[in-house]
């Protein structure tokens, strides 16, 4: 059942997996999502880049899609991260998603074509006509080799289920121009800058901090973006600011994962070509976590 709009902080969650990495921890997935929910969080995104989806076999993204769906039990909607360099595998993953009961998709543009506009058009508008429920246009190109301006947004907004985007560039100033340009055909979500984003106008927050530290991300940006209270929100913020760096940046599966194995909740290692991070810096991170007030909270939350 669907729950648009979509709005909020949504978790664009990491993948455990099991100790040597052969293997997604589907057990440790359910924990992931039970926390995530009972801690507020608005959705849930499996199979994005923090959950790296690159890595991952068709059978274990069917599997992931499965477990993460039933263990939300429709308490949040889930939007499942399809992106892939050929439009007929976006299809597919697209209307497998829709089958096993998404609520909605998340697709990153082809990554190495570097399609120009028609091609990204077409791209979207043929998977829009092959599935019933709304694509999450996915703008990042410090990954994707591809930057979607507000211009061309504003075009693929006018392919009816393309009715939000992930922002995810350090240019806050887009979520005005996207919301000028497009209107209420595409609402935003911001990728990155989600205090900053919410000011401008942004509706939602796709959040890698919220696998750690989900109610705080949450209150965070609803204090700002729902709201509009700024102590409130600017509090929030200053104290979810010292994990930032933690979790951006080329560090951003390592440095989440590394947390939550601090945190009593291991979700294994990284998948190669990624590297867990360096031992050295496990103690600075876990000062950020005590500051934060996080160590041990995840394990208690998720039993």
Known sequence: MSREPFRGTCTVLVTPFTPDGSAVDLK????????????????????????????????????????????????????????????????????????????????????????????????????AEAIGIPIMVYNNPATSNVDMLPATLARISRIPNCRYVKE??????????????????????AGVLGYESAWLGAIGWVAVCSNLAPRLSSEMFEAAAFEANRDKALALYRRLAPLLPWVGGPRYVSGTKAAFRLMGMDMGPPRPPRLPLPAQDMPALAQVLQRIGLMGTAAQAAE
């Open 168 to 189: 995810s560039t350090l240019e806050v100033t887009r979520v005005r121009d996207i919301i000028d340009l497009c209107g209420d055909r595409m609402e935003v979500f």
């Open 28 to 127: 440790a997935l359910e924990r992931l999502v039970e926390y995530q929910v009972t801690e507020g969080v608005r959705g849930l995104i499996p199979l994005g880049s923090t959950g790296e989806f690159l890595s991952i076999s068709r059978e274990e993204r069917t599997a992931i899609t499965e477990t993460v769906i039933r263990a939300a039990r429709g308490r949040v909607p889930v939007l499942i991260g399809t992106g892939a360099e050929d439009t007929r595998e976006v299809v597919a993953l697209s209307k497998e998603a829709e089958a096993l009961g998404a609520d909605g998709v998340m697709i990153i543009p082809p990554f190495y074509s570097v399609p120009t506009e028609d091609e990204l058009f077409h791209h979207y508008a043929t998977v």
